[in-house]
């Protein structure tokens, strides 16, 4: 499978942050959940994808580019939805499709005004007074009508209801229908990953954790529950983290028939990304 | 680049009416008292005032951040606004020099301020655009009143020179000859600034974090 976008060893230091040799792709065809607490560094891998910073190493290719070499040639085939609009508060959406019109070679008026019906946007109503899942699904209808074969989303569904959310998550399924298509999506509402992403990349303190495909994490994964007393007496080769809670420990193990095939009288549950993550983040090792 | 330029002017849609009327307003009260150079200090500053508002706008809306995620260039952010000062300011010229046809008073005189006014006001915004990159408009803001002082005063000094007042002073002050030629050569010199100018906050521009 080719890879729409592919990451190696991209670095980026600040001050009290460091993005360390962050690698990963994002396959034709896939949806990407990109995972991480607030200032793990999502944001910050975007914006060098994006080349809004500049990296100081390692290398970013999409569509086979360089991002920085063919940066335009790229950015026309590209979508972006970011965490909030960035529109100016006194345009309409007719606004939105004369600029873009100028922007992209190949924004299509007449897409743009199908998704407007479609999402249910007034065109002269100005986006100041539009709600918060108004302006993120107008954000959406202007990063579509180009006909990008990459989307972005930078905590695109964040701060909107279950039902708006839902929507937007049936935007990007059926954008990915065409096996041409992809879609690299930063949240940390991972509910919404669980239902859509094929792959999950987790990054913590600026570093990847792991690239797994989704399917594999869930079924894999697992949390194994127990007192203190029999947690001491675990072999803790196999565990990947550890926390001790109010009622006893949780236990991460990546193989979670394995782990049921050698303590038969543990309780081992499946691990939902959330706790996958908050294990990770927390737990001991 | 188009599509930049096109924002910048749809975001000053709204206030362009108000603009136009103040800018009236200026015409009727300027123009009869015969003091055109005072009105096209007015206009450089109405002009350079719309400048710093797309600037505020889009610091609002940190539409800065956006662009850069389509197919726009930093170097193309840069420019359009250099593009859009340019425009504004021709704009400006433009209805100066139909308030001189209109009062039939475009002669020697009315050409050599229309020049001083686009040198001035090309000046002021090689002055004040590298300083919006690297401060912001809040900051810039301060700047700009300080800017607008000198130039202001600048501009009805040379009017008056210009004017019938300077004729007469022609033992302590350089010659009317000088002054023109002082004048001509000025509008190049503003836009060699200008041009480096645009170099300047290419580069504070390129280097900033957005």
Redesign the interface.
Known sequence: MENILQIQNLCKAYKEFQLSNVSFSVPSGSIVGFIGENGAGKTTTI?LI?????RDSGSVKIFGMDNIKD???I??Q?G?V?DE???????NAG?IS????????SWDNNLFDRYLTEFKLPKNKIIKEYSKGMKMKLGIASALSHKPRLL?LDEATSGLDPIVRSEILDIFLDFIQDETHSVLFSSHITSDLEKVADYVVFIHEGQIVFDRSKDELIYNCGILKCGAADFARLDKSGFVRWRKGECGYEVLVTDREAAKRKYPNMVIDAATIDEIMLLYVKGEK | M???I??DL??L??SALKMAVILGLYIVIFSSANNIAFLCAMIIMISTMLILNTFA?DE????D??A??????KKQIVLSKYLLTVLFDFIGILITLLLYLIKRQLNLEAALSICALAAIALIMAAILLPLLYKLGTQKARIWMIMIFLLPTAAVIVLGNLVGNFGFHLTASMPSEGTIGLLIWVSLPVALLLYAGSYLLSYKVFLSK??
């Open positions: 914006k994006l080349n809004e910073i500049k940066e335009r040639k950015k026309e590209i972006v970011f609009s960035y529109f100016h508060g006194e345009f606004d004369k600029i873009m019109s100028k922007v992209f070679q972005i | 188009l599509g930049l096109l924002k749809l975001c849609k709204k706008y609002l809306s940190k539409w951040y956006y850069l995620s389509l197919p726009v260039t974090e957005i």
